[in-house]
C-alpha cells in the first residue's frame, strides 16, 4: 500500500527513500520528490534570511541603544554570527545570496521591523550602511 504525498508527507518520505533504497526508480513519485528537494534548499535560505535579520536588529540597536547595550545582546549578536558561519560552511552555496541586492533588502527590511518594533525607535536607514562581510559577519565588530 502506497501513502499519498498529500495524506501523510512523513509515511510517503519514508516510502519513498524504500523504495530508492531497492532501487525501484519506476514507483518513485518524481514529481513530489524533486519539490522536497527544492524546498530543502528553501528552508536552508530562510534561515540564512532569518539568521541575518536577527543579527541585523541586534546590530542595530546595539547602534542606537547605546545606554541599553548588555552581555544578552553581544551574546546574541555573537551567537548568530556563528550560526551563520556554521550554515554557510555546510552550504557553501548559500553565501552567494549575501551578494544579492534584493535579498539583502528584504532581510534588511525584516532587521527594520524588529529593531523598531523591539526597541520603539524609527530612525533607522533604509538600507544596510555596514559591509557584509567586512563588518556584520566579523566577530570583532561592532558598530559605534
Given amino acids: 500500500m502506497r501513502t499519498s504525498y498529500e495524506t501523510d508527507v512523513v509515511a510517503w518520505a519514508s516510502e519513498q527513500a524504500g523504495l530508492l533504497r531497492a532501487g525501484q526508480f ?3 513519485d518524481r514529481e513530489h520528490i524533486a519539490e522536497e ?28 541603544q547605546p545606554e541599553r547595550r548588555g552581555a544578552s ?30 535579498w539583502l533588502e528584504m532581510v534588511w527590511a525584516k532587521a527594520v521591523a524588529q529593531a523598531v518594533g523591539e526597541s520603539g ?11 557584509i562581510d567586512e563588518e556584520v559577519l566579523n566577530d570583532r565588530w561592532l558598530p559605534t
Avoid at 556554521?86 to 553565501?95: H, M
Fill in 37 to 64: 528537494i527544492e524546498d530543502v534548499g528553501k528552508s536552508e535560505q530562510r534561515e540564512l534570511a532569518s539568521r541575518m535579520a536577527v543579527l541585523l536588529a541586534h546590530l542595530l540597536k546595539w547602534r542606537y
Fill in 26 to 28: 519506476e514507483l518513485l
Fill in 73 to 102: 545582546w553581544e551574546k546574541t549578536i555573537l551567537a548568530q554570527r556563528k550560526e551563520i558561519a556554521y550554515g554557510l560552511q555546510d552550504t557553501p552555496s548559500l553565501a552567494r545570496k549575501l551578494r544579492e541586492a534584493k
Fill in 121 to 131: 525607535l524609527d530612525c533607522f536607514p533604509d538600507a544596510c550602511p555596514w559591509a
